[in-house]
């Protein structure tokens, strides 16, 4: 045992002494059971969250205990700030955890998902660190706890640089409140205890599909690191940090709703959590539409910075490096190459288009991608596509191309229900704003806004609608459950909004 294990526990005998002093005196409010002993599968539905203003325990802090879950998740997120300079100071006392910076200043790196730090899930594996759990906090003191995240028991542990009173007491609010078992429904091998998935499913439909899309694949939370990881993936891969997610929210998005809020019963998160792990992890089609688009953006990979070897057989197209290298480049967002709306204008090139490629199988589109068909038209090996992204990028050619001319004019009207348009463009108004000038696109001095990409290229808009942005947190179209028909009407109403 070393020193500061002893420190810990003397304060925390002395934490023991002391509740149990005051306990005589003041009366307790009705707290929820216990995390550790409350039952498996028998569970009455009744919600897991005391109510706050009763339930704080030998303390008068005020505060929120559900923003502590998503401060514990990741703060700096939470809060929009950078992480601080650095590791976290005690992270040098540690060698297995191979992360640094940002991550070593999450509660959630040190202490786990399910709290339980070296006893729980980060026991072993990349995210190990030997330290310990907060799980024993449950019910202690909120001003102990706040007095340990102040630095009282190590000065190494003090986050008052880092974060404000009200965040630290929102931790220790959730620390003494909040925490749950999560044994109650994961074992250490992820296997689920209980639960019933068609229970699960109807949860989901009325309170995560909105955003998530009927098969949970609407968002891709991993996209802006080249990452493939949807809400299946998670709750497969790591059902406490999906617990953790459901119960509290996601840090800086604040209108997703948290499952305690709702008030969902032990019975619920047991039924979503094993609907959830049914859910798929992969979305071939509209991963291949932002391979389409830009491929080493949805990879996370560098752009390639010569140009692709048969740009040197066309010279119209004036363009050079990385854009090269896009197949919308050469093949159009209409997929028509030079028959369609590429046929003039600064991104012609004469270039063949793929529409007719849909019919072909995937071991001869296969063939076209890796250069087997053709040496210069080669996308496979090294800093290029993997077997995964040719597979997507096959899997869009034969199922996701849509004649997009039964729905754009070639004066790039379009065929829809501005209307209609409006009540979906909510979906998207969420960042880009109600005037879809909330993001601005041109880096440059010119303005490129959601209104002037539908008008200027309804084509691309159409894309992007469908399948998302490569590299970007933005829900897919098509995996929100719309149909081609409701894409078009998001694409109208888009053309009514401000293009400058
Ligand atoms: C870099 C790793 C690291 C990070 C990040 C970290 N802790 Fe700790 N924490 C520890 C270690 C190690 C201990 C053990 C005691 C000590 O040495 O201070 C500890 C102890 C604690 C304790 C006391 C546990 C007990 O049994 O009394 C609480 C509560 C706590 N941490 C909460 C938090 C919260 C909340 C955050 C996020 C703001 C956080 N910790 C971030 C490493 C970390
Ligand atoms: C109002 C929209 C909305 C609703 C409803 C919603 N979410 Fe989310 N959720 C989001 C957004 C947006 C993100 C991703 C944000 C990001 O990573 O930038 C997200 C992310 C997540 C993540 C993963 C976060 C990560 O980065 O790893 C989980 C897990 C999750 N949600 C669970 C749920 C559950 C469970 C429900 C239903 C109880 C739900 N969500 C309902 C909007 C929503
Ligand atoms: C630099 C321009 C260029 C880029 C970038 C490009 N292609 Fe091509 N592609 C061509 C040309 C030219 C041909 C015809 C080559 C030939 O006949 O040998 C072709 C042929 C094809 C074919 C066969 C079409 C048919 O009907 O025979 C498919 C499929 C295809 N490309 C898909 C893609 C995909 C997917 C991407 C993105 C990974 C891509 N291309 C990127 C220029 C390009
Ligand atoms: C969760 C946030 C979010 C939501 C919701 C969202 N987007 Fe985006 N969108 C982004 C981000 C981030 C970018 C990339 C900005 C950049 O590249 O600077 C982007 C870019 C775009 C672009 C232009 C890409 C380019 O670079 O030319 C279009 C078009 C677009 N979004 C349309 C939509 C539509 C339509 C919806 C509704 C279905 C939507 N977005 C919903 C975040 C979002």
């Known amino acids: 045992m070393n020193k500061r294990t002893i420190v810990m526990l003397a304060v925390l005998l002395l934490a023991a002494f002391v509740l149990a002093a005051c306990g005589g005196q003041k009366a307790q409010p009705t707290q929820a059971p216990v995390p550790t002993q409350a039952p498996v599968a028998t569970q009455a539905p009744a919600p897991t969250k005391a109510p706050v203003a009763t ?82 906090t449950a019910g202690t003191s909120p001003n102990e706890i706040l007095a340990t995240l102040k630095g009282a028991t190590n000065p190494d542990h003090d986050f008052s640089s880092v974060l404000d009173d009200q965040a630290l007491t929102d931790l220790s609010l959730f620390l003494s409140q909040e925490l749950v078992d999560d044994s109650k429904f994961v074992n ?55 617990l953790n997610k459901a119960r509290f929210g996601q840090p800086g998005v604040d209108r997703m709703p948290s499952m305690v809020d709702i008030g969902a019963s032990d019975q619920e998160y047991a039924d979503l959590l ?19 688009d830009k491929w080493w953006k949805a990879m996370g ?104 001319s039964d729905f754009i004019n070639a004066d790039k009207t379009v065929n829809g229900d501005a209307a209609h348009g409006e009540v979906l463009f909510k979906e998207c108004a969420e960042c880009h704003g109600d005037d879809g000038k909330t993001i ?36 897919s179209g098509l995996n929100l459950g719309w149909s081609l028909q409701d894409i078009i009407d998001v694409l109208a109403y888009a053309q009514t909004l401000p293009a400058e």
């Open 55 to 136: 339930a704080v325990p030998e303390s008068d802090l005020v505060g929120d205990s559900l923003r502590g879950g998503r401060l514990y998740d990741d703060w700096m997120e939470e809060l929009g700030v950078d992480a601080p300079a650095g590791d976290q100071p005690l992270w040098a006392t540690q060698s297995s955890n191979m992360r640094s910076d940002g991550d070593t200043w999450r509660c959630k790196e040190c202490h786990g998902w399910d709290y339980k730090g070296a006893d729980g899930a980060y026991g072993s594996g990349s995210h190990k660190t030997g330290f310990v759990g907060v799980f024993q």
């Open 188 to 242: 250490a091998d992820k296997s689920l205890v209980g639960g019933d998935a068609t229970m699960g499913k109807s949860f989901f439909d009325d309170n995560c599909s909105d955003c998530h899309g009927p098969q949970g694949l609407a968002i891709n939370f991993g996209a802006d690191e080249g990452e493939v990881e949807y809400y299946g993936t998670i709750a497969s891969d790591n059902p406490w940090e999906f």
């Open 274 to 292: 094993i609907y959830a792990t049914s859910l798929p992890t992969s979305s071939p089609v509209t991963e291949g539409g932002l391979l389409y």
């Open 440 to 475: 601005d696109f041109d880096d440059g001095e010119e303005v490129e806004y959601v209104g002037t990409i539908a008008i200027d290229n309804p084509w691309e808009f159409f894309n992007k609608a469908s399948v998302g942005n490569p590299g970007a947190i933005m829900p």
């Open 301 to 404: 990979v560098d752009a390639p910075t010569s140009d692709q070897p048969l740009w040197a057989t066309q010279s119209s197209n004036t363009r050079s490096g990385a854009d090269s290298w896009r197949c919308k480049e050469c093949h159009g967002w209409d997929y028509k190459g030079v028959d369609g709306a590429y046929s003039s204008g600064s991104h012609k090139t004469g270039f063949k288009g793929v529409f007719d490629a849909a019919s072909m199988s995937a071991d001869e589109l296969t063939a076209w991608l890796d250069g087997s068909k053709n040496a210069d038209h080669n996308f496979a090996g090294d800093g290029m596509m993997g077997d995964e992204q040719i597979q997507a990028l096959v899997a869009f050619l034969q199922q996701g191309m849509v004649d997009k």
